[in-house]
């Protein structure tokens, strides 16, 4: 069977035997550059071992897992809604659209990081600035597909469903809402990413609790073995979300071809 | 089940403006005409004869430009909210939505006209079943056939019974037996309902063999013979067919058609 028929039985939840064996080599590899470090001339606490990275793992606080988690979800679930809200606004007024549509290209265009130091110079409380950091960025990505989205829907179903003569309210749920799900599930996949990426940044430079915030101070500690335990917990927690959205995404679109 | 307002088409008038040159377009000159409540009309012209336009204002998705179409004492445009669940359409793709199943699709119009969950699924239900389609109730529409599809469309149509229904080319996608298929269940459930039904279609067999009237629309559905195919006997369809198809193609009545008694249409009225 292809790789990709593979893959696409079950998406975001199978481990197939090709994963495990370039991950296995992977780790062969950097077990051995890890023993030969000093011969090498690199310093040892460069490279630290698989077991060093395993005992770095064990000291890991869940605490901190559940507030980088509970910041990218919360900031994930409040950028969807604005961006769905802004959408359906933009869909129906092609004037407010007008307005808005150069402000979004404007957010999208500034970097992460002028946004984290905006971020910092205005407001006070940390959670706010990384929520609004996180918001900024993931806000406009919701709202640019959920809008593309909509204005592919086909004409023909479009017109189907208005001679039926529908409330606005229905026309939207009935139609809209179950058209751009498939776009919707490929939007939180690409958001779930940028979160995690983003949220560990915002952490790295304002925050005291956080994934980001234990990266730091394990490079203050000269710690690359904690820096690899927090980083190998981000790689999974990203995984992890995604397997998530996929497995839901199979639920709910299971009447496509 | 009560009886249908009658339709009145008066001095009806459709421009459109051209996007890219901003050229006027006559999609309709001006058209009169009459249906009868229950009469099945079927409407035939060549592509671009103004049919489809015809059929929006109909719907009331697009206004006249000039002149009304009346259904009783009513507008389908201006009291658009009046025909929720009085006007049904089946297009000529079947135009289902993909996300649900052919219960569901059956179900849509009903639950936008708002009735019990319980009542909805009986009646849809009801439906599929007539048009056959009992067994496949939770398919979706990938998993069934063209012509299962546009059964699930007339399903859908019939569900809300409504007082009118319209029928673009429902059947002209489908092989030969199946559109004669379906436009024989489509008729017999449109009588049995006692709907106004008004089809759409290109081809001449299909418009002689179901309409109780067939109305021929010249370029800008300008009205050039309004047929009472009851009043001929079968043994003449051929002619009618042929006088039908001269009248399309000379884009003016054949004489055939007056000698053989056929209602002259209306002349205009400036």
Not at chain 1, 153 to 173: A, D, G, K, N, W
Not at chain 1, 206 to 219: C, D, Y
Not at chain 2, 153 to 176: C, K, N, S, T, Y
């Amino acid at each position: 069977m292809p790789h990709e028929e593979l893959g696409a039985s079950a998406p975001g939840l199978k481990f197939p035997r090709q994963t495990f064996i370039s991950l296995l080599v992977f780790a062969i590899a950097w077990q051995a550059l890890s023993y030969l470090a000093p011969s090498l001339g690199i310093p040892p606490f460069a490279v630290p071992s698989l077991v060093r990275i395993a005992k770095s793992i064990g000291t890991i606080t869940p605490i901190d897992i559940a507030v980088t988690l509970a910041r990218v979800i919360g900031a994930l679930i409040a950028s969807f809604l604005l961006g769905l809200a802004l959408a359906m606004a933009m869909y129906n007024s092609e004037t407010l659209e007008k307005y808005l549509h150069p402000i979004i290209r404007l957010f999208m265009a500034v970097p992460v990081v002028s946004w984290i130091l905006f971020a910092v110079l205005w407001f006070p409380g940390v959670e706010f600035r990384i929520g609004f950091v996180l918001v900024v960025v993931c806000g406009p990505v919701f709202l640019v597909d959920t809008l593309d989205a909509m204005r592919s829907v086909p004409r023909e179903l479009r017109h189907m469903m208005q001679s039926f003569r529908p409330t606005t309210l229905q026309y939207f749920i009935k139609l809209m809402l179950p058209a751009i799900v498939p776009t919707i599930f490929t939007s939180w996949k690409v958001n779930i990413s940028l979160a995690i990426r983003v949220v560990t940044i915002a952490e790295l430079v304002g925050a005291v609790t956080g994934i980001g915030h234990q990266l730091s101070v394990a490079q203050e500690l000269f710690s690359v073995s904690d820096v690899f335990a927090w980083t190998i917990v981000l790689v999974a927690l990203l995984f992890l979300l995604e397997a998530i959205v996929s497995r839901v995404e199979t639920r709910l679109l299971r009447w496509r071809i | 089940m009560s009886v249908p307002p009658p339709i009145e088409v008066r001095g009806l008038r459709k421009l459109f403006r051209q996007t890219t040159s901003g050229q006027e377009v006559v999609a309709i000159e001006r058209l009169d005409l009459t249906i009868a409540p229950r009469e099945v009309v079927a409407i035939v012209g060549q592509t671009g004869c103004g049919k489809s336009t015809f059929f929006d204002l109909m719907i009331g998705l697009e206004a006249p430009t000039e002149g009304s179409i009346s259904i009783g004492d009513k507008t389908p445009h201006g009291d658009f909210d009046h025909f929720r669940g009085r006007i049904a359409t089946v297009f000529q793709q079947d135009r289902l939505l993909p996300w649900r199943s052919a219960l569901d699709n059956a179900k849509l119009p009903l639950e936008l006209i708002g009735i019990p969950e319980a009542e909805q699924r009986e009646r849809a239900l009801s439906w599929l079943k007539r048009l056959g389609l009992g067994h496949f109730i939770n398919a979706f529409p990938h998993e069934l056939s063209g012509g299962m599809r546009q059964r699930v469309a007339i399903a859908r149509a019939f569900a809300v019974q409504p007082d009118i229904l319209l029928a673009d080319e429902a059947f002209g996608h489908l092989d030969e037996v199946t559109a004669a298929e379906l436009r024989e269940t489509f008729l017999a459930l449109a009588r049995e309902c006692g709907s106004t039904a008004i089809l759409i279609t290109h081809q001449l067999e299909e418009a002689i063999g179901v309409g109780d009237r067939v109305v021929v629309f010249g370029k800008s559905a300008k009205l050039l013979a309004d047929i009472h195919v009851a009043q001929w006997p079968k043994s003449k369809y051929a002619l009618l067919r042929e006088a039908i198809q001269s009248t399309l193609q000379s884009n003016k009545p054949d004489p055939r058609l007056k000698r053989l008694g056929v209602k002259p249409a209306r002349k205009k009225k400036n």
